[in-house]
């Protein structure tokens, strides 16, 4: 069998989407396929992109092919991305990183009281109804 590591065209008309799939090279484009390798969305700007480079290293050894395409994701997937085609689940690569990681480790809620030692509240909403009878 001859593999070969192409893109497989998923999503509707218009709004294409594309699997990194190990197919046989008698294969359709769309067809069977041995193995699902990540995902390509061009649509979002930049590109989402996903791949597991392991099970490509694997696919390379066993002889399989990559498709011109396939190798320049595969590429810039090893680089962590470009200015084009970011990682998916990726940090942004904005300047603003370091500042958003630091105002999120702060999050203490300060509109919020604290609850009181001994369980009571001033909110009217846990007040218990004393005529109901207890359930059990």
């Known amino acids: 069998m001859s593999a070969k590591i192409r893109l497989r065209r998923m999503g509707k008309k218009k709004q294409a989407k594309y699997r990194i799939v190990v197919a046989d090279s008698r294969s359709p484009r769309d067809g069977r396929f041995v193995e699902n390798l990540g995902f390509y969305d061009p649509i979002p ?12 290293d694997y696919w390379l050894d066993e002889g399989a092919q990559a498709s011109p395409t396939v190798a320049s994701l595969v590429s810039k997937a090893r680089a962590g991305g470009d200015a084009k085609v970011a990682l ?23 509109s919020e009281p604290a609850a009181e030692p001994d369980g009571s509240s001033d909110d009217a909403s846990t007040v218990k109804d004393e005529s109901a009878p207890p359930s059990e």
């Not at 700007?45 to 490509?56: F, K, N, Q, T, W």
């Open 45 to 56: 700007h930049p590109a989402r992109l996903s791949v597991d480079l392991e099970r490509v």
């Open 88 to 110: 998916a689940g990726a940090a942004p690569t904005n300047g603003d990183a370091e500042a958003d990681a630091a105002a999120s480790t702060d999050e203490t809620p300060e």
